[in-house]
């Protein structure tokens, strides 16, 4: 019995060329056309689980699977006891990690290996790193392509094939993380030194993004003190209604309140290279030296906790200090990693009403000496935390030397310590994963090991009780598929969707 894999490329008017495949197979074959180019390719192969010699010798050599595991039981989990927001739209579809605590956590299921189709846009030209996804009160997904330095892309894109569907420029080194309020409007901190606020308008016919509010916070960075990493990186809204934001260089964290006013707090000699969390309590932020807690307060920015923690060498990290966006989770808990050498530790802090010396729960050093860093946000689920090894992964789009590893730790319930769950050198992924309550799976961008000189990604799932490898689905080979330590994002509908080096991809289960 034959098949026929069928390779389709298409020019949109849009600085971008999509790609959309019935058999999924052949994502190798696709990358090595140009990418303006148009038509449909289609090759024969045996109905095996293997790639065929032609599709091998496409992607450089192999084998290379194209699917390995089994199709998932669902084993659902139960909600996150997390506290209705009144501004931002918490639900788990509106953020890079999910939510304002960074949980990582998404109520819908996830695809659970039946058939799985992949759909992938990639960008021919202009900004390609769409660092995150989100989904609007329709399933639509909402992403922001970033560019260093010509503008960033806010697209709406359409969930089924994801078509372009309405597209706004940006200042420059904007949107590596935004948000939506509960009125499913986007929340995008522009490069600019700008809060800029955006609805789709639906009246004539064609959806299109409206400026709805635009507000300056330049007047927190002082002059003499801005430079090319002046641009604020994350915001997130606190339950009175205020949007707060961090800027990269040097250190700063204000926020815009209900009225439009600006309040914000220097941290000099510091700077923020990760996100904001936030609960009901307070606003937290990891900078290069220390963890935070934060409020708003009858003067501005009210700091009510600081703690300092190990730093380390730049020379396999983004920078000497924390790479991870704090999680908050379980009973008042909230973790990051530090860049200690020769490991990384995970920190777990309380954050309830307990001295400040009782606050450390514990530093759990993780994976193998001089071989480690945490780079990405951890997935935070009831007491556990989900960790991955990000050595070697890369902004740029080379995550050819990524090295392995996962590891689950848990927090004792008598908040005495911590204990490692499982941990995997089986698999290695740079990307932010996320846990799925409706299957009970952990989902990541994979760079799969031992495949030669071909770097193969995969979509991969994971049980979150045991760590086991359940299954991983082939999406394609090279660069432009490198996962570049985006997020991963999946949609009310089950849809999921990671950002790539060079654009989007989405994963669903087949009919």
């Known amino acids: 019995m034959k098949r026929t894999v069928q390779v389709m490329v298409f020019t949109l008017v849009a600085p971008l060329v999509g790609g959309v495949m019935s058999i999924p197979l052949a994502q190798a074959e696709q990358s090595a056309l140009p990418e303006s180019s148009l038509g449909t390719e289609a090759i024969s192969e045996p109905a095996t689980r ?42 788990g579809y509106a953020g890079a990690h999910g939510d304002s605590y960074n949980s990582g ?18 960008a021919g030209g202009g900004p390609n790193l769409c660092s995150t996804q989100h989904f609007d009160l329709k399933g639509r997904v909402v992403t922001v392509c970033v560019g260093r330095k010509e503008p960033s892309r806010l ?48 009246s004539g016919g064609q959806p299109a993004w409206r400026l709805l509010e635009s507000h300056d916070i330049k007047q927190a960075v002082p002059e003499s003190l801005r ?13 009175e ?21 600006l309040r914000s707090q220097l941290f000099e000699g510091e700077s923020v290279e990760n996100g904001l969390a936030a609960d ?43 790479g991870t966006t704090p999680v908050i989770f379980g009973n008042k808990l909230i973790a990051f990693g530090d860049n200690a050498d020769p490991r990384p530790n995970v920190l777990v802090y309380r954050l309830d009403d307990v001295p400040a010396k009782e606050r450390l729960v514990c530093k759990v050093p993780v994976f193998k000496p001089g071989r480690s860093v945490l780079e990405n946000s951890f997935i935070g689920y009831d007491h556990s935390i989900v960790v991955e090894n990000n050595m070697g992964f890369s902004v740029q789009g080379d995550s050819s030397r990524g090295e392995p590893g996962f590891a689950r730790i848990d927090v004792r319930r008598d908040l005495s310590g911590c204990d490692l769950a499982w941990e995997k050198y089986d698999l290695r992924a740079g990307t932010g994963a996320k846990l799925s309550l409706g299957s009970g799976l952990i989902y990541v961008h994979e ?6 000189d071909v770097d193969a990604w995969y979509i991969t799932a994971l049980d979150f009780e045991t760590g086991d490898t359940v299954w991983r689905k082939y999406v394609g080979s090279g660069k432009q598929w490198d996962n570049a330590m985006l997020t991963l994002s999946i949609g009310p509908d089950g849809l999921l969707t990671s950002g790539m080096y060079r654009g989007v991809l989405a994963v669903r289960d087949g009919k």
Do not use: C
């Not at 307070?282 to 307060?297: I, N, P």
């Not at 760079?447 to 030669?452: P, R």
């Open 447 to 452: 760079l799969l090991m031992d495949t030669g």
């Open 280 to 322: 009901s309590d307070g606003v937290y932020v990891v900078t290069d030296k220390k963890l935070y807690g934060m409020r708003a307060g009858s003067r501005g920015v009210d700091v009510f906790m600081s703690f300092p923690y190990e730093t380390g060498k730049a020379e396999h990290s983004l920078s000497s200090g924390s």
């Open 227 to 239: 430079g090319t990493m002046s641009f604020p990186l994350d915001l997130v809204a606190d339950w």
């Open 50 to 91: 293997t790639l065929s010699e032609a599709l091998s010798k496409a992607t450089g050599g192999g084998p290379i699977p194209d699917y390995q595991g089994e199709i998932a039981a669902v084993k659902p989990l139960p909600p996150l006891p997390m506290p209705r927001h009144p501004v931002q739209d918490n639900r």
């Open 105 to 122: 956590v998404i109520p819908a299921a996830g695809p659970l290996g039946k058939d799985v189709q992949v759909y992938s846009r990639m």
């Open 241 to 261: 209604g205020n949007w707060w934001f961090s800027v990269l260089k040097p250190a700063t964290v204000g926020y815009i309140t209900p009225d439009g006013e």
């Open 155 to 202: 697209l709406l894109l359409d969930p089924a094939a994801l078509d372009i569907l309405a597209v706004h420029e940006l200042p420059p080194m904007g949107g590596f993380y935004f948000r939506m309020d509960q009125e499913g409007r986007v929340v995008v901190p522009a490069g600019d030194l700008s809060i800029q606020v955006f609805d789709v308008d639906e």
